[in-house]
């Protein structure tokens, strides 16, 4: 997908709206548009990445600096005591969206396992 038809893009480009929750000059968080919790949003560079798997070491920096954001943001918006942090990648790992964004899920209570414990 080019960067022209990429929605994430275009978000950051303001030409989609978007419930923001935090923007500085690399990264931009908002809500998804069909949360799965009471917390669901999505940090994104804004520098389009298509995915994990095409990331390099020119990435490191701002992907370091949107994992180190996410607890606070996940405290600030009402998931105080945790949330799961969802990287899809590629066609195996269902990523839907070919802009590398990480989902930061939670809220009051407690999110169903991910794996059953034997």
Do not use: W
């Not at 923007?23 to 917390?39: K, Q, R, S």
């Not at 389009?48 to 600096?65: E, K, N, Q, W, Y």
């Amino acid at each position: 997908m080019s960067e022209a038809d990429c929605i994430f893009c275009k978000i950051v480009a303001g030409k989609i709206p978007s419930r923001k929750v935090y923007e500085d000059e690399e990264m931009l968080a908002f809500h998804d548009i069909n949360p799965v919790a009471p917390v669901h949003f999505m940090i994104i560079p804004k520098k389009h990445v298509d995915s994990l798997a095409s990331a390099t070491d020119a990435d490191a920096a701002v992907l370091g600096r949107i994992l180190a954001r996410a607890g606070r943001l996940a405290r600030e918006q009402g998931s105080p005591e945790g949330f799961r942090t969802i990287i899809n990648t590629g066609r195996i790992g269902r990523q839907d969206v070919y802009h590398l964004h990480i989902h930061i899920i939670g809220g009051p209570d407690p999110l169903p396992r991910m794996i059953a414990k034997s």
